[in-house]
Structure formats: structure tokens, C-alpha cells
């Protein structure tokens, strides 16, 4: 039967090794995510808008449709749909306050 001691000294030896190897692949991938979260930014930003207009040409349609009798409902929903389009836009995706995922995994400096 294997040392008990040995095997320990040895899983540690071989972790250290894992956590120094994944170290700059972490670093790569933070900064591969910053890139990809920079290049979406403006993506993004044009889909809210588009969607925001998509939502008031629904909302026309359906008040066109009803001829008006539920214009106060539909106003208001559009209203709700808009107000959550624009509050996803305040956090800008490359604000360097935000926490990635990435550095909260383990690995040697």
C-alpha cells in the first residue's frame, strides 16, 4: 500500500502544476472576454434600439387595430417594455468595475 504522505505530497506537486499552468490561460481569457465584451457593446446598444422601436410600432399597430379602445393598456405596457430596454443599457459590458468570472478562479501570479 502507497504512503499516504507521498501520494499527498505528490496531488500537490501535481496541482501547483495545474494552478501555474492555467494562470496565463486565465490571464488570456480575461482578456480575450474584455475584447469580445468591447466588440459586442455597440451590437447590443443597436439591438436595445431597434427593439425599442420595434416595441412603439407594435404598440401603434395594436392601438390602430383596437381603434384606440385599449390605448391607455397598450401605451402603458409599451411604456414598461421601454423602460426595461433602457435599463439594460446603463452598465457598459467594458466598465472595469464589473467582476468577470474568470478572476475568481484560482490560479498562481
Known amino acids: 500500500m502507497a504512503d499516504?504522505?507521498?501520494i499527498t505530497d505528490k496531488?500537490?506537486?501535481l496541482a501547483g502544476q495545474a494552478a501555474a499552468a492555467a494562470g496565463p490561460l486565465?490571464?488570456?481569457a480575461k482578456e480575450i472576454a474584455g475584447?469580445?465584451?468591447a466588440a459586442a457593446a455597440p451590437i447590443t446598444e443597436q439591438a436595445r434600439v431597434r427593439a425599442a422601436q420595434g416595441v412603439d410600432v407594435v404598440a401603434g399597430s395594436?392601438?390602430?387595430a383596437t381603434r384606440g379602445k385599449?390605448?391607455?393598456?397598450?401605451?402603458?405596457a409599451a411604456t414598461?417594455?421601454?423602460t426595461v430596454l433602457d435599463s439594460k443599457s446603463k452598465a457598459a459590458p467594458t466598465d472595469?468595475?464589473?467582476?468577470s468570472d474568470v478572476a475568481d478562479l484560482p490560479h498562481a501570479e
Not at 70 to 76: D, E, L, N
Not at 96 to 99: A, E, I, M, Q, V
Open 4 to 6: 499516504t504522505g507521498k
Open 11 to 13: 496531488a500537490a506537486a
Open 26 to 28: 486565465a490571464a488570456r
Open 35 to 37: 475584447q469580445a465584451a
Open 62 to 64: 395594436l392601438d390602430k
Open 70 to 76: 385599449y390605448s391607455k393598456h397598450i401605451h402603458s
Open 80 to 82: 414598461k417594455v421601454e
Open 96 to 99: 472595469p468595475s464589473l467582476k
